[in-house]
């Protein structure tokens, strides 16, 4: 199977594992598609992280397999269901080696933290065969600088991990055999938090992006509120959740 899924602990880990470039294709975004509804409904998983096996996270898409637009308007497109799919849960990448065009999509759209490792190449090649649109489809410009948003989209240049965090497009930079390991210490610190805290915490979080300052404010507020209430709302739920706070410190 060309993407793999496991769940323990917590965290649901999805791997990219569809020979050396672990390059994209319908058959593995529909694997990845029902792996991924799987990990939303799975109410004893809190956190995902996303890895590619051997030496590349995932290369971008098969070319030849998009066919004609007839073709793309009628077939089930997976990869674009994946895509836009809600996401309630956050994900943590770990990306070695190419993280190219559906490889940079999956980290731009599915992830919120990023680990690279030094041999990271991350980048939107599509221009360079006449195929454009991925700033728009990222909202690029919206996550890093203006400038940076052009270069990448408009050169199809690849950048290197440290070029990558200084455009704050990942957050850390580690050695390429400890990504996974840093990944999952990362996914493991959100798991020990409660799941509907983390879930609203997400939320407001990509809502407050589209949101003017008031209105995310008072989603926020509302929000707030909501998960005050299932955890009890009484006099004494703040003392209950520093209590629960500390004892899952302890496990």
């Known amino acids: 199977m060309p993407m793999h899924y496991t769940a323990a602990d ?9 020979g050396r470039l672990n390059v994209g294709n319908m058959n593995l975004w529909k694997e990845f598609y029902h792996h991924f509804l799987d990990f939303q409904q799975d109410d004893s998983v809190t956190v995902g992280v996303i890895t590619g096996a051997g030496e590349n996270f995932c290369a971008g898409d098969d070319l030849k397999e998009i066919r004609t637009e007839a073709w793309a308007l009628t077939s089930t497109r997976w990869d674009r269901l994946l895509w836009s799919t809600q996401r309630s849960k956050p994900m943590v990448a770990a990306m070695n080696g190419y993280a190219l065009g559906g490889g940079f999509l999956c980290a731009m759209l599915l992830t919120d933290i990023r680990v690279a490792g030094y041999s990271l190449q991350m980048g939107a ?64 610190k959100i798991a020990r938090h409660p799941r509907q805290a983390v879930q609203t915490e997400l939320d407001c979080l990509h809502r407050g992006m589209e949101l003017s300052r008031a209105e995310a404010y008072n989603y926020t507020n509302t929000q707030y509120w909501l998960s005050r209430k299932l955890m009890g709302d009484g006099e004494d739920a ?5 209590s629960l706070m500390k004892q899952r410190k302890k496990v």
């Open 10 to 18: 917590g965290i649901g880990v999805f791997t990219f594992d569809n």
């Open 125 to 188: 090649p599509e221009i360079a065969y006449g195929f454009g649109g991925i700033s728009g489809a990222t909202k690029l410009a919206a996550h890093i600088a203006s400038v940076d948003a052009a270069y990448l989209s408009l050169t199809g240049e690849k950048i290197n991990a440290e070029q990558a965090k200084g455009m704050r497009l990942v957050n850390e930079v580690v050695s390429d055999e400890l990504v996974m390991d840093r990944a999952m210490e990362i996914a493991e």
């Open 238 to 242: 703040g003392r209950e959740a520093i």
